[in-house]
């Protein structure tokens, strides 16, 4: 199957799809496959949270799934940093275009720029539970803000702040202290209604959160302050241009480029540059054209202009005139000679 890639996670439109729409866990909620408790804000699943509760916070359960389901998570990015414990069974999980086999007593991180998905394909037996914490950024270089109710001293959260923001690695083996404190935030979850669970709650997050600045400090091996620069945005910007037909058909413009990225053009500019030795334009024409030459193969029934125009380019004789360029023939040469080489694979 081909993998489907949503919207860039730099653009915070309200038609935008880069956000996990929750739709399969929805689904399999009802119709009876699994069990799911959580409290919720937005468009998470779950018992409705009030927004002024925990701000910041806004999901927080776990799932229980006695069998082998038939669907699984697409790729998708949360708005918030996602910290999912796995307390029994196994399950897929893919981060960052890696895949890994996850195990009872796993711990996953990722933070809201890392593109990731569970199962492989479909989610396995297991007990999973999770919170997603808002700290105020998308993108690698923006400043983190941890909510006033997160209450670490300020040299513990300078230093998990860092460590998060340095390192993206997403899998680690928990410590007993995690799945003893993420079984507390269920119960409080299950009995949201009875005093003091909000306040339960907090304390909670934040034991995961000493807890978790344990289990970097322990496992971390190295960290990169590169990964939390203005280059590395731009990086996974263009990155997003070359795995994702989406972005690419937005309609971009220099400016726009910029303001997405979170710094003025020169400065994009200049990276861009650094990092694929051309301008941001030229680059995204580039794109277009491979997700272009992609589409002309892979849909033989679809016009060459419909193609031009679902890769992002106003008008059919300018994407002629690059095609040609760049791929040395026309479009309708390189359909027909990608149709040849398929025959002549086929019957080799």
């Known amino acids: 199957m081909k993998r489907v890639l949503p919207s860039p996670i730099y653009d915070n439109g309200a038609d935008r799809f880069e956000i996990d729409d929750c739709g399969p866990q929805f689904k399999a909620l009802r119709e009876g496959k699994i069990e799911l ?20 916070l806004t999901n927080v359960g776990f799932w229980n799934c006695r069998r082998c389901q038939d669907w699984g998570l697409d790729f998708h990015r949360n708005e918030g940093l996602e910290i999912v414990f796995l307390e029994t069974g196994s ?43 808002d700290v105020g950024v998308r993108r690698p270089n923006q400043e983190w803000v941890w909510p006033d109710w997160v209450v670490l001293a300020a040299k513990d959260l ?20 995690i799945g003893q404190v993420f ?51 731009v990086e996974l910007f263009l990155n997003d241009l070359v795995e994702n037909p989406a972005s690419c058909a937005q309609p971009w413009t220099l400016e726009g480029m910029a303001e997405q990225c979170g710094m003025g053009i020169t400065t994009m500019a200049k990276y861009c540059r650094e990092l694929v030795n051309t301008g941001p334009m030229a680059f995204l024409n580039q794109c277009r054209l491979d997700h272009a030459a992609t589409s002309l193969l892979e849909k033989p029934n ?47």
């Open 302 to 348: 679809s016009s060459v202009t419909g193609i031009a125009m679902e890769a992002g380019f106003n008008s059919s004789q300018y994407f002629a005139t690059l095609f040609r360029k760049r791929y040395k023939t026309s479009p309708m040469e390189y359909r027909s000679r990608g149709k040849g080489m398929k025959v002549s694979s086929a019957q080799g």
């Open 91 to 133: 399950m897929g999980f893919e981060v960052d275009g890696r895949k890994f086999p996850l195990h009872a007593g796993q711990l996953t991180v990722t933070r809201p720029w890392q593109l990731h998905k569970l199962g492989d394909p479909h989610i396995g037996r297991g007990r999973l539970s999770w919170l997603i914490l």
């Open 158 to 177: 300078a230093d998990l702040t860092r460590k998060l923001r340095q390192g993206e690695q997403s899998v680690w083996s928990a410590n007993p202290r």
């Open 183 to 233: 079984k507390e935030l269920a119960e409080c979850v299950l009995q949201w209604d009875e005093p003091r669970m909000a306040s339960r709650l907090a304390v909670g997050v934040n034991r995961i959160l000493v807890e978790l600045l344990d289990v970097l400090a322990e496992q971390q091996l190295e960290e990169s302050p590169s990964l939390a620069t203005r280059r590395r945005t």
């Open 37 to 56: 408790h959580a409290l919720s804000k937005g468009h998470y699943p779950g018992r409705r949270m009030k927004s002024n509760i925990l701000p910041g």
